[in-house]
Each structure stands twice: as C-alpha cells, then as structure tokens.
C-alpha cells in the first residue's frame, strides 16, 4: 500500500487568524524563537499498489479540484510518502 | 530567514470523519485510485536565521505541547523547509 502526502497552505496574502494565534501564545509558553506561524492542512491518500506518476498526477488534480480552494490556497506539496519507499 | 514544518495527523487508531468525507468524495469527481484519506494540520513557522538543532529541539516541544493534542494526534514530523537550505 502506498501513501501520497498532499500539503496546502493559505496564499502568504491571506490573513491567516489561526496562524497568528498560534504566533501569540508561543512566546507566553517560553518559546520565543518563532516570529510567523502559518497553518495549513496536510492530506495522507492511501492507494492500493506503489505510487506511480499516474497516481501522483491524479493525486495533484484531486488537490486542485476537492482538496483546496483555489482562491486563497495553494498546493505547495504532493509527493509519495518515504516511508513507503 | 528560516523555515520549520511541523506535521499533526490523528493517531491511526482515531476516527478521521473528515478523511472519511473526503474518501467519498473522491470517486464521485472520478478519482478511483485512493482507497482511504487522512487529514491532519501542517505547520510552518518562520525563525530569524537558520534553522539550527536548537530551534529544531524548540519547534518539537511547541509541537508536543502547544500544536497537537497527545490524546489523539501523533506529531508526524518536524523538519526544515527546504526550500530555505
């Protein structure tokens, strides 16, 4: 069984209200490295079989298609899972 | 200006009724190829300078206690962006 990672975050234009949430409780926890915290979604699409280019392109159209919005996201990744390799 | 992703899934034992949405809907569009969705938060927070060890052992424990709840979501992955290497 194969698995592809599918990653889609906000446009960097896009006011992310999660992300800055985050930033703002991160410094009063201790850690106060972090200057910017963008919050997206990651998607795991089981496939029966290895991950071939057929399956990744597929997986890049469901992306597009179901998986983001296209005017305020984008999708920054899709690859097979290491793992799996 | 560097870059760490932190990934959050549900752990596989919990239910994923989002995943599942998504798992029906992907035939429905003509994407028969996956057999089981997964969807979890994928973080991406932004240093001043490098991303160094130090950050990196940062990042984790924000991870674990700030970013995910050990009850029911594993922290996947905590790694540099590449693209900023």
Chains 1, 2 share one sequence.
């Not at 006011?15 to 926890?29: E, H, K, N, S, T």
């Not at 699409?45 to 280019?53: I, R």
């Not at 984008?74 to 899972?81: G, K, T, Y």
């Amino acid at each position: 069984m194969g698995h592809v990672v599918i990653d889609v975050m906000l446009k960097p234009e896009i006011l992310d209200p999660q992300g800055q949430a985050v930033a703002g409780a991160l410094p009063r926890l201790g850690f106060g490295d972090f200057t910017d915290v963008r919050q997206g979604k990651r998607f795991v699409l089981a496939v029966d079989g290895p991950v071939t280019d057929t399956v990744l392109a597929q997986a890049r159209e469901a992306a597009d298609t179901l998986l983001s919005n296209p005017v305020i996201e984008d999708v920054v990744s899709v690859h097979a899972l290491e793992s799996d390799a």
